[in-house]
């Protein structure tokens, strides 16, 4: 069977490094890695529409930051389809069939949606398309019959809700030849990449607290972010013992560094663990840990920003890769939408069979 990646991400705003750690770098991994058959990374501004029906135009105007970010921290349009969501609506289509397949009830425990519920106070004024976004989803995921879906662990319920889908129309439609293809997560290498907190500690990282670096923030901005995170307040002189857990800096280091950093910038430690060592013994100062990040950081961010700056000097090129994107993905699309009807035996007008049986009934 073919191992076919698909992911995305809402256009609701630039990306930031909790993306980056989160999914994106591994994204770049598996498109190099030669192991999958296909990669479609999918920018989601129809799912971005159902909870920002008053701000179309965030959506639109985020569409091209979101296409940048991605090709900039390398993804690769020669190896990977770029497509916009709302382009292909044959996905449209999947989904009023798969609504068929769920229940309100079940819909109801999604522990993602209720938190975004929660979160957006739509409590009874939710919008039957916001509520039904984990079916849209799950159309996403089977019109390309992926395998493996590079995700953060928020989109677990996702995956599942997919799952059951797929299970359930196997099942009932095509039991003897199974059309759609259930996909498995791929989460996050480690516990800071899962959850990557805001440069303040809160663990929400977003634009309105202004606690976030972006992937195309100048080096400027990276280092006086870096410089002004949150550590540990309990850690007021250097000799002081440190604490690690809910200390911004370290949690970034567990997301950024490798050893051969240490090797670069710090030579006193072989890896992070021996830093970490000294600082919960007291004598390491947190200037010194910050300046580490920031080398890390920068020796990171600095291709992304590059390419970035290459890519912005034409962007009409970038719009060209999202049009031949999505006209390869709804190809794509289309094929899985004609295997679909074929099994829920809505092909009418294929069905030579079913129209000489017709016919006979009435001569
Ligand atoms: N829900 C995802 C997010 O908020 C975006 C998304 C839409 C997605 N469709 C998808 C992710 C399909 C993976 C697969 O980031």
Not at 69 to 84: C, E, N, Q, R, V
């Amino acid at each position: 069977m073919s191992k076919i990646i698909l992911t995305g991400d809402r256009p609701t705003g630039r990306l930031h490094v909790g993306h980056y750690v989160g999914s994106l770098r591994r994204r770049v991994e598996l498109q190099n890695s030669g192991e999958f058959d296909k990669t479609y990374i999918m920018i989601a501004d129809a799912q971005a529409l159902t909870d920002n029906i008053e701000n179309p135009e965030k959506i639109r105007q985020n569409i091209i930051e979101v296409a940048l970010d991605y090709m900039s921290a390398g993804l690769d349009p020669a190896k990977s389809t770029i497509f916009i969501q709302s382009q292909i609506p044959e996905l449209c289509e999947l989904s009023f069939y798969y609504m068929d397949l769920v229940t309100v009830s079940r819909l109801q425990r999604n522990p993602t949606v209720k938190a975004e519920i929660q979160m957006r106070n739509f409590e009874a004024s939710i919008p039957v398309g916001f509520f039904t976004y984990p079916i849209s989803q799950a159309s996403d995921i089977t019109a390309f019959k992926a395998t493996t879906v590079p995700v953060g662990e928020d989109q677990l319920p996702m995956i599942e809700q997919t799952r059951e889908i797929v299970h359930k129309f196997n099942s009932v439609y095509c039991p003897d030849a199974p059309v759609l293809v259930e996909p498995t997560a791929l989460l996050p290498e480690n516990e800071a990449c899962k959850r990557l907190p805001g440069t303040d500690g809160k663990a929400k990282m977003s634009k309105s607290l202004g606690n976030c670096i972006y992937l195309a923030d100048t080096a400027d901005e990276v280092r006086t972010k870096i410089m002004s995170m949150y550590t540990d307040p309990l850690h007021l002189m250097v000799s002081d013992p440190g604490h690690l857990e809910g200390n911004t800096v370290f949690t970034y280091l567990d997301a950024f560094a490798k050893d051969e950093h240490f090797e670069r910038y710090l030579p006193d430690y072989a890896n992070l663990q021996e830093m970490k060592d000294h600082y919960t013994r007291g004598g390491l100062g947190d200037v010194k840990v910050k300046k580490l990040l920031n080398n890390i950081m920068q020796e990171t961010l600095e291709p992304i920003r590059a390419r970035r700056k290459e890519l912005e000097k034409d962007i009409p090129a970038v719009y060209d890769v999202l049009k031949k994107g999505s006209e390869a993905a709804r190809e794509v699309a289309a094929q899985t939408l004609h295997e679909v009807k074929d099994a829920m035996r809505i092909n009418y007008f294929d069905d030579v069979e079913l129209i000489r049986a017709q016919s006979e009934k009435y001569q």
